[in-house]
Each structure stands twice: as structure tokens, then as C-alpha cells.
């Protein structure tokens, strides 16, 4: 992990209220929730705004259910890294529609219109968790299942170009609403990184990346996001954004874009819950993609194919940093822990069980030595060879959501000030108590002069040198 790499920390509730076009497809009122992390506050608003959208939404699953847009992205995120190219488990690949159709002896895996006689079914449904697909992980949700019965029982139809297309081909090149051109709201900021030259501020917006140079200047637009983005990272030389996009408890995605250009290169990954981080290994050639079901894949970026899937996680990954031998990399969950584990073996290597809530944010402080910070309000330093905890840096009332690196230094944020701490030795530096809204994501450029946080209500606030400080909202027309 780089020292300017962002945190995606934070994921808020906040309401913004779109113009729509079309009044009957669009609701009027668009959550931009994440309330995992933060249910006991607005856990009453944030149902309140499901239900709004559950209504408002356009009826789905109308007609019957396609095999590109819907079965192949739920195989491909859930089954292919187990049974594809380069893992087979039982000889058996689903990486195409062709392959899926038939299992290693030659019998059929889908009997049309029978769902109940198909393998590709039962094993979904298995009452031995041995034998349950996905294996080693919970069941399937109901409305996946749902689904894949739906299909099989509609005949199992195929709607791709053509039948020995990779799933990865046929996921959706779903093209996502465009950004309003002035925002009518502000929203929380999720994700930013810093542009390679280090002089501008790729920032999460509403469907889509603004760039901002550090004055407040809005300079470009990379649209055709999911609707808030969870995580931005490029690429370490080449001209790449990839970022994690997505609606919670609807959609997912991982996308990668020409940073020049802002275009669409391709979607690596669709799924059916937001993606909240995905990182490029040190050397740029693995994509480490931080899953809802508490997997964690990893892709190569040459191929878009799935090279692993690192178990262990009971429950959804929402932060990742890779080492800087490009082997170990962090990860946190809200599953209460954070993991250390060898990409090269796919094994868990270290399990810090030393927070009592979520843990929301990572980074490698030295060879042997992580910090993660949680919803418990604690910052905690841990040794990553044996998961045992080395000591408490903080501890607050509030969550903390958000850590930022620098060669000397590193930023803890959140609810409460943003401090900084020596990198060597973790002593108090600096404390910064405005502005008055939660801090939802730091970040340092690459020699660590300056810092910029984002908060809850959209502001951004650079500071150069320790000395001067500019503040701008990144909400497009304000
Ligand atoms: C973590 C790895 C892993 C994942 C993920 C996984 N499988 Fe499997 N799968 C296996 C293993 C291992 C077996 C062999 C089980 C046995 O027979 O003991 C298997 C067997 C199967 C079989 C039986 C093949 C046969 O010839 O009898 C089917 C069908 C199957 N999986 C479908 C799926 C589907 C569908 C998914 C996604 C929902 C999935 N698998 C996800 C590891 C996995």
C-alpha cells in the first residue's frame, strides 16, 4: 500500500433529493445509505427510506429472467472462483453457459423447466453444508435461489452472443443514470485519491468521480458510476481508475476507467450488494476487491479473470490494504475482525479479534505492525504476525472510519477530531477539531505534505504544509 492511497471509509446516510426526469421510474426521494455502520443512530430513517424506494422503484422482474444480466453476474461473483479456469473443484466449470450446462460425467447440470432434478439447483439448497454451493460459505440469499429456480424453471434460456462467452463477457455493461448537473443537496463524501501528479482530487459524487483540482475548481466528470461510489484507487503506472460503486442492499460493481479520458474500460465485477473497497497490488497486476459476502476475490487486471478468493470473513469486507511486499494484504470486516492473509498460499496468516464492532479501516504501519479502527471508537495497534494486539492508540465515544498513511505519519478520523500520530513510535502529533461534520475520508498525497479530508456533508478541507488550509464543498453547482 502506498502512502497515497485513500480510505474508503464511511459509508453515511444522507438524503439528496433528485430533479427526475421521469417522474414515474425515478423516486423522488434517493437514500444514499449505508447503514451498516451506523444503524443505532438512523436506523429508523434509513428503513424509512428503503421502503420509500422498495415502492418507488420500477417493478423488477417483470418478464423473464436473463441469463447475461442476472444469472451469469450472481454465478460469476459466487461459484466461478471455485469452478473456473484456474480452479475446477470437482471438474466441474460454470465460467461459461455451455460448460455450466453439463458436470464433469457427462450427465446434465440443468434440467429445463425442472429445477428440483438439476444439480445446479439442489446443491444451492443442500441440506448438508458440506455439499451446499457456495461452499465453505453461508447459503445463497432467498431471492438469489429464487432466481436461479426462476430460471431453470423458464427453460434455463441462454441470451448472450454466444454459448462459450466467458461470464465475465456477458456481466452487464449496465450504463448507470447521469449525474445532475448541479447537485440539489449535498452528500457525504465515501472515497478520494489524489491523481498521480498529486495536484488533483478524484472525489465520490452522486453516479459519478468528480475531479477537483485543490483550489475547488470542478475540472472533469467520470460518469456511468454506480450511484455512490465506495472506493477509488488508480493504478500505480498506468493511467487506470478502478472504483467500487453500488446501491446497498441492491447492486454492486467494480469498474475500471481511462483516467485521461474518464471512458469505461470494462466491469469486473457485478454483484448484488455495494463492493465497499478494492485495491491494485503494489506492482499493479492483481486487483483485490473487497466482497459483500465476506470473501475477498482477487482478479488480474490484465484479464479481468478471478486469480483467488481469500475465506475467512463471517460477514461483509469493507476495507483492504495490500503490503508492501505485494503478498500480505489487510483486511477488515464488519464481522467485528480484521485479517492478514498470503495471496500466494490464498491462507489466513493473522485474526485481530480485538475490536467489539465493525472495523471499518486498515493500513500497514511497518513489516511486522497494523493499525484497524472500528465502530467501537478504538484505533488499535497489532502485530501482523500473530494477530495479538500490541496497544489501544485511541479510544473514543464515536466510530472511527477512517485512517490516512504518510511516509511519517498517519491520520485517524471519524466522528471526532482527526489526529495524527508518528508512524514510528504512534505518539499524538496534531489535532484538528474543525470542521464541525463527521470526517468520512482522509487522505495524504505521496510525500505526506498535504492532507485532505472529506466529511459527512460534502466538504473537502486541504491542508498544505501544516499551514495553509482551503476549504470547498465537492457538490457539483454549490
Ligand atoms: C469455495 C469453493 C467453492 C465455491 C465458491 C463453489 N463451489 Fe461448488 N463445489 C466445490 C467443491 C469442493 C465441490 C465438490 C463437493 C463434493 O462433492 O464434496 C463442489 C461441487 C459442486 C457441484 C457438484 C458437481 C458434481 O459433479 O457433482 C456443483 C453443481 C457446484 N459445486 C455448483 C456450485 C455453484 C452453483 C456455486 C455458486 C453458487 C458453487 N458451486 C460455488 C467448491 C466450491
Known sequence: MTSTRSSTSCKLIARLRVLP?????VPTVIPLIDGQRFQPMFFHLNWMFVLLVYFASPALGDGKVSFSAQVAPLLQSQC????????AEADYRLDTYERLMLLADGSPAVIREQAGDSKLFQVLVHEDEDLRMPSESDSLPVASINLMRRWITEGAGFDGESKDQSLSELLPLKTHPQAPEIYPARIPLSAMAFNPAGDQLL???YHEITVWNLEGELLQRIGDQGERTYSIDLHPTLPLVLSASGRPGVSGELRLFDLSTGSLKSVLVATDEVIMDARFSPD????????PDGSTQLISTETGSVTGRLLGHSDQVT????HADGIRLATTSRDHTAKVFDCQSGASVATFTGHTKAVNDIVFLNNDQALSVSNDG????WNVRDGKRIREVLRGKTPV?????????????????????KRDGNQPIKRFDEPKHWTTISVFDAPGSTFVIGTQAGDVV????ETSVTQFEAIPGN
Open 21 to 25: 426526469r421521469d417522474r414515474s421510474r
Open 80 to 87: 466461478v472462483a471455485c469452478h473456473g479456469d484456474d480452479v
Open 203 to 205: 472525489i465520490s459524487g
Open 284 to 291: 499493479g497486476k492483481t486487483i483485490a476487491v473487497a466482497m
Open 319 to 322: 476495507s483492504l490494504a495490500w
Open 378 to 381: 478504538t484505533a488499535q495497534l
Open 401 to 421: 472510519l477512517t485512517l490516512a498513511l504518510a511516509p511519517d505519519k498517519y491520520a485517524v478520523g471519524g466522528s471526532m477530531a482527526t489526529q495524527w500520530f
Open 462 to 465: 486541504i491542508r498544505k504544509n
